[in-house]
């Protein structure tokens, strides 16, 4: 049997483990957390919808279920010329087969510590939960949200889930009758975030935005945080109580001194079939990799799982474990996104050919909900998986 290891307890990860089972590979996930952290649903853990828990999902128990070898351990070294890996526990081990699905590291502006991101370390939404209860039991202040970019690479941007907890923080102070005492401003170095979405859509993110009486602060960079304000590159001020910040994806540190060939902000260059040209038997998927593709792109949890079932189905071509053709992820590149606002959500779908926000009002978020079981039920194999969900 082929052996492969996977280093990535993600949603990457995760699925390029239960694929490679699928065809037939000895499979063994290296991952630094015991739980795979389920971030599309996370923007609840602040709002108090769910708890840490409920989003912590257990990793052995995946394991169990499509029986591959768990190893919980950190991987401080890549080194693609010796074709090894380093563990922090275990040492360095050589890997013919390897998937390198660890993600990305996060860009660093001066004083992020002053702030919090639902993207961040899974602890952060615990933090950003504690915070919001202190500025609920103060009983009003500036609650500041926002996202970057970076300019190496436009795709490593993600700024859905800073829309969505804005929105859901929103739902929640109205809940409580306490909306009209806290200003709510949404700030972006980009004039108009949100825009690889399509005009349509954003159109229809303003026409929200101004309806729900929050102020925005777009087109300006970010030249610092403080504890208590955003500081622009005009020197301009906004000041905050709160502060919840999601920097643009950068490459990890580990993956720039591993020789492996990348692009300019440090993501592994592959070709549409997830291979590392330069590494004979070496894949990168998920935010790890430079993605290809029309100028809207970005990266997905359906784009890393559509890249880890292509891998697990291309490698068992080249292992010659079945035949076939291989299959490329660029043909599959789409936003699709379900908005969650709390009270409802918004459909959001783009390609090539359209690019549209459809209101999903009260049932949305249901359905939302629904999808954060139907991913843990699909993960543990206890109900099919639907096509692009």
């Given at each position: 049997m082929q052996n492969v290891v996977i280093i990535g307890g993600g949603i990457a990860g995760v699925e390029a483990a239960?694929?490679?089972?699928?065809?037939?590979?000895?499979?063994?996930?290296?991952?630094?957390?015991?739980?795979?952290?389920?971030?599309?649903?996370?923007?609840?853990?602040?709002?108090?919808?769910?708890?840490?828990?409920?989003?912590?999902?257990?990793?052995?128990?995946?394991?169990?279920?499509?029986?591959?070898?768990?190893?919980?351990?950190?991987?401080?070294?890549?080194?693609?010329?010796?074709?090894?890996?380093?563990?922090?526990?275990?040492?360095?081990?050589?890997?013919?087969?390897?998937?390198?699905?660890?993600?990305?590291?996060?860009?660093?502006?001066?004083?992020i510590e002053h702030t919090l991101s639902i993207c961040g370390a899974p602890e952060q939404s615990v933090a950003l939960r504690d915070k919001i209860d202190v500025l609920i039991k103060k009983g009003s202040g500036k609650i500041v949200f926002g996202f970057g970019g970076n300019p190496n690479d436009p795709s490593a941007v993600r700024g859905g889930p800073g829309f969505e907890l804005f929105f859901n923080l929103h739902h929640r102070l109205k809940k409580l009758g306490i909306r009209d005492r806290y200003e709510m401003t949404f700030f972006a170095p980009m004039p108009s975030p949100g825009a690889r979405m399509g005009p349509k859509a954003l159109s229809m993110m303003e026409t929200m935005f101004k309806r729900?009486?929050?102020?925005?602060?777009?087109?300006?960079?970010i030249k610092c945080f403080e504890s208590d304000a955003v500081i622009f590159e005009d020197d301009s001020r906004l000041e905050s109580d709160l502060t919840m910040f999601i920097p643009a994806g950068d490459g990890q540190p580990l993956i720039k001194e591993s020789g492996l060939p990348l692009n300019g902000a440090g993501f592994i260059k592959i070709n549409n079939f997830c291979e590392i040209e330069a590494v004979e038997g070496w894949y990168a998927i998920g935010d790890a990799a430079a993605l290809e593709g029309p100028?809207?792109?970005?990266k997905q949890g359906h784009v890393a799982e559509i890249m880890a079932r292509n891998a697990a189905h291309n490698s068992a071509i080249s292992c010659g474990l079945k035949s076939g053709e291989k299959q490329g992820y660029m043909e599959h590149l789409n936003i699709l996104c379900l908005m969650d606002m709390g009270n409802g959500a918004g459909f959001v779908y783009r390609d090539d050919h359209q690019a549209k926000l459809i209101p999903m009002p009260f049932f949305g978020h249901w359905m939302k909900i629904g999808w954060g079981w139907y991913y843990k039920m699909s993960k543990l194999g206890y109900i099919p998986r639907i096509p692009g969900m």
């Amino acid at each position: 049997m082929q052996n492969v290891v996977i280093i990535g307890g993600g949603i990457a990860g995760v699925e390029a483990a239960i694929y490679y089972r699928k065809e037939g590979f000895n499979v063994e996930l290296i991952s630094d957390r015991s739980y795979l952290f389920i971030y599309p649903i996370a923007i609840w853990i602040p709002v108090k919808s769910v708890r840490f828990d409920d989003v912590a999902f257990s990793l052995d128990r995946i394991a169990a279920r499509h029986n591959f070898k768990l190893t919980v351990d950190t991987v401080v070294n890549i080194d693609s010329s010796a074709k090894t890996i380093t563990l922090q526990e275990e040492g360095i081990r050589q890997v013919n087969h390897l998937i390198i699905a660890i993600g990305a590291a996060k860009m660093k502006p001066m004083g992020i510590e002053h702030t919090l991101s639902i993207c961040g370390a899974p602890e952060q939404s615990v933090a950003l939960r504690d915070k919001i209860d202190v500025l609920i039991k103060k009983g009003s202040g500036k609650i500041v949200f926002g996202f970057g970019g970076n300019p190496n690479d436009p795709s490593a941007v993600r700024g859905g889930p800073g829309f969505e907890l804005f929105f859901n923080l929103h739902h929640r102070l109205k809940k409580l009758g306490i909306r009209d005492r806290y200003e709510m401003t949404f700030f972006a170095p980009m004039p108009s975030p949100g825009a690889r979405m399509g005009p349509k859509a954003l159109s229809m993110m303003e026409t929200m935005f101004k309806r729900n009486r929050f102020s925005t602060r777009y087109g300006k960079k970010i030249k610092c945080f403080e504890s208590d304000a955003v500081i622009f590159e005009d020197d301009s001020r906004l000041e905050s109580d709160l502060t919840m910040f999601i920097p643009a994806g950068d490459g990890q540190p580990l993956i720039k001194e591993s020789g492996l060939p990348l692009n300019g902000a440090g993501f592994i260059k592959i070709n549409n079939f997830c291979e590392i040209e330069a590494v004979e038997g070496w894949y990168a998927i998920g935010d790890a990799a430079a993605l290809e593709g029309p100028e809207w792109k970005a990266k997905q949890g359906h784009v890393a799982e559509i890249m880890a079932r292509n891998a697990a189905h291309n490698s068992a071509i080249s292992c010659g474990l079945k035949s076939g053709e291989k299959q490329g992820y660029m043909e599959h590149l789409n936003i699709l996104c379900l908005m969650d606002m709390g009270n409802g959500a918004g459909f959001v779908y783009r390609d090539d050919h359209q690019a549209k926000l459809i209101p999903m009002p009260f049932f949305g978020h249901w359905m939302k909900i629904g999808w954060g079981w139907y991913y843990k039920m699909s993960k543990l194999g206890y109900i099919p998986r639907i096509p692009g969900m």
